[in-house]
């Protein structure tokens, strides 16, 4: 089974619908991402969850809300989203601490919003 | 201003030649580390090699290899003898300061696309 599984691997969804991304990792990390990765633009970090704790929220509108019930599993929650929302989102989690711990992705959900 | 650029939107290069891929960053923080990945078409990213700021001597790993220039700023990536698997995107990224909370928070460069060609 691979490090950082994703589900689904595709999702299409109106601006009213609400949808939930998963993101589950079996490498015993204590620490996990949510990167955005739109077209042309680089990665972007929006949530960092260490010890099932959110540390880090880098501005991003309460349309998405995330969701980390243990070290294991990482939610993003999905809800009136705009077009420009459609894009990869990656999950990756960490072992940490550790100045050279690097991070494992998964293979990300490509969500179009229509 | 960008933390992290990557001048190349798009390289090729002849199957089993080496490629130089480029990276140039920004901080004010002596503590650092930089880091390369890859993404194939599948979406995932594949860590490929770590610099560490204050390592003395350029990282290695297999056919990667890191030219790690201090004072200029840059962390190239070269790959050597290239194979036609290595076509992908490839990523430079950067985690500034210190590793503090338990985590890594990392700033991604805008990417470059290899072709390799047989």
């Known amino acids: 089974e691979t490090g950082v599984t994703q589900t689904p691997r595709h999702l299409v969804m109106g601006m009213t619908n609400k949808k939930s991304l998963k993101c589950e990792q079996h490498?015993?990390?204590?620490?996990m991402y949510w990167y955005k990765q739109s077209a042309k633009k680089p990665l972007e970090l929006m949530f960092v969850?260490?010890?099932?704790?959110?540390?880090e929220n880098n501005s991003v509108p309460s349309r998405f809300s995330p969701e980390c019930p243990n070290s294991s599993h990482l939610f993003l929650h999905l809800h009136t989203l705009q077009p420009e929302d459609s894009a990869l989102y990656l999950c990756a989690s960490s072992q940490g601490p550790g100045t050279n711990e690097k991070l494992f992705f998964g293979s990300g959900t490509q969500l179009s919003v229509l | 201003a960008q933390k992290i650029t990557q001048t190349q939107p798009g390289m090729f290069v002849q199957e089993k030649e080496a490629v130089t891929l480029d990276c140039t960053y920004d901080t004010s923080d002596p503590s650092y580390g930089l880091f390369w990945y890859k993404q194939p078409s599948s979406g995932e990213m594949i860590f490929l090699i770590y610099q560490g700021s204050y390592d003395q001597q350029n990282a290695t790993e297999g056919r990667y290899s890191l030219n790690f220039q201090k004072a200029r700023k840059s962390a190239n990536l070269v790959i050597s003898a290239s194979q036609l698997g290595d076509s992908a995107m490839y990523f430079c990224a950067m985690r500034e300061g210190a590793s503090t909370g338990g985590y890594n928070k990392l700033i991604f460069g805008a990417g470059t696309r290899l072709a390799v060609h047989p």
């Open positions: 969850y260490s010890l099932e704790e959110r540390v």
């Open positions: 490498l015993g990390h204590n620490a």
